[in-house]
């Protein structure tokens, strides 16, 4: 089974949190990635240790993403 209604979704999140980002929203590009994250776009049945090193680079970059953007949110009510 294709997971296209997951891949779209995934897509749109990640389109929109990348328009937060050029408007300089930290906080809804910070919801949008993070939402993006919960639509695993490849296939969400298979294991994390079966999907290939290109996948998990993709998640694990989009996470760190989430997370530098966290900081920065967190950061930039103290500059």
């Known amino acids: 089974m294709k997971n ?6 995934h897509l749109l999140f ?9 408007r300089n929203d930290w906080g809804q590009a910070l ?5 993006g994250l919960a639509f ?4 969400p049945a298979q294991k994390w240790n079966d ?6 680079t993709v998640l694990l ?3 760190t993403l989430v997370l530098v953007l966290g900081v ?3 950061f930039s009510s103290y500059f």
């Open 72 to 74: 920065l949110l967190f």
């Open 14 to 22: 990640v389109c929109i949190g990348v328009f937060f980002i050029v």
């Open 31 to 35: 919801l949008y990635f993070g939402l």
């Open 51 to 56: 999907k290939p090193l290109w996948q998990k």
């Open 4 to 9: 296209t209604f997951g891949r779209g979704l």
């Open 40 to 43: 695993d776009p490849f296939a």
């Open 61 to 63: 970059s989009e996470l």
